[in-house]
């Protein structure tokens, strides 16, 4: 890396062109680069990573405690408190249960990151829900079918869900700054998550034949070890 001195053209009071302080221009020399051994693993290391749901079902494997009944514990109620655990201790549940905080303490990802990663068996619990009268409809005006009406879809559903992400961001404006919500900002949260549904190859495959519940189970069960 190196420093070099460029002149800035300027003009004076009578608008003749004049030549200014020079002005420091910073290049670069590609064989500097080679001598200055990590740069390119540092440039690497320090990218941002955006979430991925195939490493997070890996590393969730891994763990020699982990499982498949914890998690579809999990799902189950991320469908009915969303993404706050502390939800699930309010008095107003039919049984508040601490369960909940203690395992996403032990799982370290959040509901929704849970919901997002087992997509297939967010949706087998959702129509579950609604089959015994437990699914909450929070936008009957929605023309979204009940059992699709939940943002850890959009990545999958995409357009097919966008008046019922436009009602549920709506209802979320309060909570944040006007940059985070409107039609766009929902378009931008579309676009990231269907990039990670795309390269979710594992999750495309089992979603697509939603008739046969039991290859999710099986899908699901996969997940694990145990």
């Known amino acids: 890396m190196a420093l070099r001195a460029a002149q800035a053209s300027g003009f004076d009071s009578k608008g003749n062109r004049t030549e200014s302080t020079a002005i420091p221009v910073v290049t670069y020399d590609e064989k500097e680069f080679d001598n200055l051994p990590g740069i390119d693993e540092t440039l690497l290391n320090m990218s941002f990573v955006g979430f991925k749901p195939e490493v997070m079902r890996q590393t969730i494997k891994q763990l020699p405690t982990a499982k498949p009944k914890e998690i579809a514990f999990l799902i189950a109620s991320y469908v009915q408190i969303g993404n706050r655990p502390e939800n699930a201790l309010d008095g107003r ?22 919901a997002i990663a087992y997509m297939p068996y967010l949706y087998l619990v959702r129509k579950r ?61 579309m676009e990231v998550s269907k990039r990670g549904f795309e390269n979710d190859r594992s999750v495309k495959a089992a979603l697509a034949d939603l008739k046969n519940e039991k290859a999710i189970e099986t899908w699901f069960l996969s997940q694990f070890n145990q």
């Open 93 to 114: 549940r039919a049984k508040p249960d601490g369960r909940v905080v203690k395992l996403v303490s032990k799982y370290r990802q959040s509901l929704a990151r849970i």
């Open 129 to 189: 829900a609604k089959a015994i009268g437990a699914l909450q409809n929070q936008f009957p005006e929605s023309k979204v079918e009940d059992v699709l009406q939940d943002v850890a879809f959009s990545g999958w559903l995409g357009d097919d869900i966008f008046q019922f992400l436009l009602m549920f961001d709506d209802a979320l404006k309060p909570t944040g700054s006007p940059q985070q919500h409107g039609r766009e900002a929902v378009r931008r949260w």
